[in-house]
């Protein structure tokens, strides 16, 4: 089932999300919705604060994006990133390697705004999947700055907190629109 995309503003954004202590038929379904969602929007990933959920729980799928290209490896063996996707990831924990660079980024919460984000190029991440087994990723280009995008969802941390401040204050007008619009729901 689809759910409503939590906009900014909505204090929930901004909120932790509380560890997955067990894998059951609610958040195999909440997993379930949240692909749906995410797909139907023509997104790479989705939190569970987006869909209204504080919990570490993420979803991305970098399968359709052709332009940007992606490297995976899955518990150290190198596999081919579209036939991985989508992801579903629990509890997830990130490390940050290499050189960061700005690309440019957009969020489901945000809808229309882009801006260019400084990421770090690759990471490494250790989460638990739907069937309970903890795997690890290492990913590098669009799928390590989805990682890190979705990672800072589930600490209640926003793709505008790393914005430049010249870019953040250009879009001051748009965010206080957008920030109003969600809260007169
Ligand atoms: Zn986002």
Same mark, same amino acid.
Do not use: D, L, W
């Given at each position: 089932m689809k759910r409503p995309i939590v906009k900014y503003g909505a204090p929930i954004l901004r909120a932790k999300g509380r560890a997955v202590t067990a894998v059951n038929e609610q958040i195999r379904a909440l997993a379930a919705d949240m692909l749906e969602t995410m797909h139907a929007a023509n997104g790479v990933g989705l939190a569970a604060q987006q869909v209204g959920e504080a919990l570490q729980l993420t979803v991305l799928d970098v399968? *359709?994006? *052709?332009d940007r290209p992606s490297t995976l490896k899955l518990s150290g063996i190198e596999v081919d990133p579209r036939v991985a996707m989508p992801l579903v990831l629990l509890n997830p924990e990130i490390r940050l390697h290499g050189e960061t660079l700005p690309g440019t980024e957009g969020c489901l919460s945000f809808p229309e705004i882009t801006a260019e984000i400084d990421r770090a190029f690759s990471v490494t991440v250790k989460a638990e999947g739907l069937d309970g087994e903890f795997f690890q990723i290492e990913a590098s280009g669009l799928l390590a700055r989805a990682l890190q995008h979705e990672v800072d969802h589930l600490n209640g941390i926003l793709f505008i907190d790393r914005m430049s401040s010249v870019a953040k204050a250009s879009l001051s007008s748009r965010l206080k629109r957008l920030q109003k619009e969600t809260q007169q729901r």
């Open positions: 399968s *359709e994006v *052709e």
